[in-house]
């Protein structure tokens, strides 16, 4: 009894997939110009896709973060209870009175972007 629940939990590692055409052509000519099989290149997507993501990807990136949560003389920013080191894209410095994004998680690193004020236009 035992060999046949060790049969059915063990997986061969072959799995029979039916894609539409039109993907086959688009996979395989993906697959072409990185140089790998189809079969290496599918595997390597799958695995992409199945590793987790991390804490900060799923619950950082996005998320708006007032300047007044910066350490300047540290270069720490804090974020959800978290200090973080962080790197700005597209302003030299952090400034407290400004809001930026994080559009990226690296490890411990948050890429920002400074988010630019909005004028308010009124009609008269």
Do not use: C
């Amino acid at each position: 009894m035992k060999k046949i629940d060790e049969e059915k939990t063990h997986k061969s590692g072959r799995i029979p997939l039916r894609i539409a055409p039109e993907l086959h052509e688009i996979l395989a000519e993906q697959a072409a110009q990185e140089g790998r099989s189809l079969n290496s290149y599918l595997t390597k997507l799958l695995e992409a896709g199945a590793q987790p993501d991390t804490f900060e990807e799923r619950q950082i990136v996005g998320q708006i973060i007032s300047g007044e949560n910066f350490d300047l003389f540290n270069r720490l920013v804090l974020v959800s209870g978290i200090y973080y080191r962080y790197l700005i894209d597209n302003a030299a410095t952090a400034k407290v009175d400004r809001q930026y994004v994080v559009i990226e998680a690296t490890g411990n690193i948050l890429t920002l972007r400074e988010l630019k004020p909005v004028l308010a236009v009124y009609e008269s």
